[in-house]
């Protein structure tokens, strides 16, 4: 695989365009860290991580304070293949607006088992649309942990795990004291496929309604959602 490396504060990337990371390919890397800044616009797609079939196992890692991913338009991880990962820890941020989807993990039927994690204190997403964990693919995932921060607005969903029927078994965890996911719209656990939200350990999740509010197997055939709330302060 490729690789690219911003590093230390005062680095900066910036593109005005769209930026992919592994557009047919498997296995590239980016890593932006030590106070470092990548940026981009969006033409067509916005930042995707795995664009078409055979982009899997590729990775973008965020990390450390002053860290900085600001995309301005859609972030996908996981357009049209599997495997492929978003990672913001130790202090860094990515931002992402809405232009066509917002933020969304396993975009096209196929795109398995990919996912972000968010982890550790003033770690965060701020997704001003859409997060769509699970859109046609499976077993997609979102964790937010040990003091992440997600957040995201609502342009037409909000907040969806497993949003059509071929998208099963996608989850979210939110675990840990001061992990949180925010979302200034509704909450929807199995729109018309399936998923599991878990908040554990002091883990928080909000929402509020502009359409639905909160609902849990939303669509006819969306069936086996769950969401469990266990453990002090959670």
Do not use: K, R
């Not at 990515?94 to 975009?107: K, P």
């Not at 497993?162 to 949180?180: I, R």
């Amino acid at each position: 695989g490729n690789s690219l490396l911003v590093d230390g504060s005062g680095s900066t990337l910036t593109n005005s365009s769209d930026l992919a990371v592994g557009f047919s390919g498997s296995g590239n890397t980016v890593v932006i860290s030590n106070g470092a800044t990548m940026t981009n616009g969006q033409q067509s797609y916005g930042g995707v991580i795995g664009l078409n079939s055979g982009a899997s196992n590729n990775s973008v890692l965020v990390t450390g304070t002053g860290s900085a991913w600001n995309n301005g338009g859609d972030l996908l991880v996981g357009w049209g293949d599997s495997g492929n990962t978003l990672t913001v820890s130790n202090g860094g941020a990515v931002t992402s607006s809405q232009i066509n989807y917002g933020g969304a993990i396993g975009f096209e039927e196929g795109s398995n088992g990919n996912s972000i994690a968010v982890t550790g204190t003033g770690s965060s997403w701020t997704n001003s649309g859409d997060l769509l964990v699970g859109v046609n693919g499976s077993g997609n995932s979102m964790t937010i942990s040990a003091g992440g921060n997600v957040s995201n607005g609502q342009v037409d969903y909000g907040g969806v795990i497993g949003f059509n029927a071929s998208s099963t078994n996608n989850s979210v965890l939110v675990t840990g004291s001061g992990s949180v996911w925010n979302l200034s719209g509704g909450l929807a656990i199995g729109n018309n496929g399936g998923g599991t939200l878990t908040v554990a350990n002091g883990g928080v999740v909000t929402s509020s309604q502009i359409n639905y509010g909160g609902a849990i197997g939303f669509e006819e055939g969306s069936n086996g959602n769950s969401i469990a709330v266990t453990g002090t302060g959670s």
